[in-house]
């Protein structure tokens, strides 16, 4: 477990010092007020009170403010994950993260913003990122889904495509929101598919 962690968590992007919280928190402000696409380093200085040069000189463009704030909150949002109880079973555990991430992307007030009044540029930014999104994913995925099935708490499945499965499932979810529960209607496939027989 500590190695596969430990893997997932070397992957990760390398989370922002934590002086630069106050910058990536306006981006946050003007981009709930305003869009991705409207958003300027302008708008950012004037939400802090700051010069546009001082904004640019420590965070760059919005682009690469967008990366910090992405690296900040998966950080915060692992941390989470950890921090919480969790099911004893493995085809629930797996439900439950599933259903936690999605939710957690459609109450973050960025990605909430850009699902709501956005949606071309969501496109355009998934189709730029989500090959490194998904090999991400699958390296901290796999080792675990390995580990569940050596110890018994789910079904021995090529773990790979299970985990394959579980980005898509996210990625579909995020975008187009499930007519039932969403817990009920992820159980629905992958309790049968992980449960040992």
């Given at each position: 477990m500590a190695d596969s962690l430990g893997a997932f968590l070397t992957a990760m992007p390398q989370r922002p010092a934590a002086e630069l919280?106050?910058?990536?928190?306006?981006?946050?402000?003007?981009?709930?007020?305003?869009?991705?696409?409207?958003?300027?380093?302008?708008?950012?200085?004037?939400?802090?009170?700051?010069?546009?040069?001082?904004?640019?000189?420590?965070v760059g463009t919005i682009e690469q403010q967008l990366r910090l704030l992405f690296a900040r909150e998966l950080h915060r949002f692992v941390n989470s994950l950890m921090a919480r109880p969790w099911p004893s079973s493995g085809p629930d555990i797996a439900v439950?993260?599933?259903?936690?991430?999605?939710?957690?992307?459609?109450?973050?007030?960025?990605?909430?913003?850009?699902?709501?009044?956005?949606?071309?540029?969501?496109?355009?930014?998934?189709?730029?990122?989500?090959?490194?999104l998904r090999d991400y994913f699958l390296a901290g995925a796999v080792?675990?889904?390995?580990?569940?099935?050596?110890?018994?708490?789910?079904?021995?499945?090529?773990?790979?495509?299970?985990?394959?499965?579980?980005?898509?499932?996210?990625?579909?979810f995020v975008a187009i929101r499930p007519i039932a529960d969403l817990r009920t209607t992820l159980a629905e496939v992958l309790i049968p598919t992980l449960s040992r027989t």
């Open positions: 919280d106050p910058y990536l928190d306006a981006l946050v402000r003007c981009i709930t007020r305003h869009g991705v696409s409207h958003a300027s380093v302008q708008d950012v200085a004037k939400e802090m009170g700051n010069s546009r040069v001082t904004v640019y000189r420590r439950e993260l599933i259903a936690t991430v999605i939710e957690h992307i459609h109450s973050h007030p960025v990605s909430a913003k850009i699902l709501a009044d956005e949606l071309d540029m969501a496109a355009g930014l998934l189709a730029r990122n989500l090959p490194w080792p675990l889904i390995t580990m569940g099935t050596e110890l018994g708490l789910i079904a021995k499945r090529d773990p790979t495509a299970v985990a394959e499965w579980m980005f898509r499932t996210i990625v579909s």
